[in-house]
T-cell receptor, first 117, second 111 residues
């Protein structure tokens, strides 16, 4: 009965490869997010989707491409991986922020620890 | 100036101590405020929202000072299980609402 799940949990790959991370939530939320937490533990939003529509796209290299096949899934594909992409990537979900007072609470997945060598 | 600033710590306290963290934010139009908790190698989880009037949840008290643009978290009677990183989170209105996280303050509670 996991709320937000991500696969894989660990990903070790070489520079130049292409990889994908998958995220699924069973909370019935409308909005999903990708965050990157770097080695200094700084958590920064990358993308947000609301009902399969991209609503936030922070300054992220276009090697990163999110895809939302339905509102319960948000995947992240990364092309031409670089050393600086090494980080923990967290998926999160929440209700539509406009829907109510407590809707800003975000539920995070367990994270995907990406190491690029 | 960073949007959300926190003292990274670590704060080392003995069990039973009272400890307080502050967080400052730069955007005076900030809408909502939260404290999240992140255990080592785990995902962040919401600890509590922060209301203008201040709010309390058991041993935890959160305060907001809009005039000085800071938020505080007070933990009373610290437990070993309180050891974690506490993330200050602010929502700025940029045309859409998005959570902006501070870098977190690490708390280590020792026996």
């Amino acid at each position: 009965d996991t709320a937000v799940s991500q696969t894989p949990k660990y990903l070790v790959t070489q520079m130049g490869n292409d990889k994908s991370i998958k995220c699924e939530q069973n909370l019935g939320h409308d909005t999903m997010y990708w965050y990157k937490q770097d080695s200094k533990k700084f958590l920064k939003i990358m993308f947000s989707y609301n009902n399969k529509e991209l609503i936030i796209n922070e300054t992220v290299p276009n090697r990163f491409s999110p895809k939302s096949p339905d509102k319960a899934h948000l995947n992240l594909h990364i092309n031409s991986l670089e050393l600086g992409d090494s980080a923990v990537y967290f998926c999160a979900s929440s209700q539509d922020p406009s829907s109510g007072r407590y809707s800003y609470e975000q539920y995070f997945g367990p994270g995907t620890r990406l190491t690029v060598t | 100036r960073k949007e959300v600033e926190q003292d990274p710590g670590p704060f080392n306290v003995p069990e039973g101590a009272t400890v307080a963290f502050n967080c400052t934010y730069s955007n005076s139009a900030s809408q909502s405020f939260f404290w999240y908790r992140q255990d080592c190698r785990k995902e962040p989880k919401l600890l509590m929202s922060v209301y203008s009037s201040g709010n309390e949840d058991g041993r935890f008290t959160a305060q907001l000072n809009r005039a000085s643009q800071y938020i505080s978290l007070l933990i009373r009677d610290s437990k070993l299980s309180d050891s974690a990183t506490y993330l200050c989170v602010v929502i700025f209105d940029r045309g859409y609402s998005t959570l902006t996280f501070g870098k977190g303050t690490m708390l280590l509670v020792s026996p």
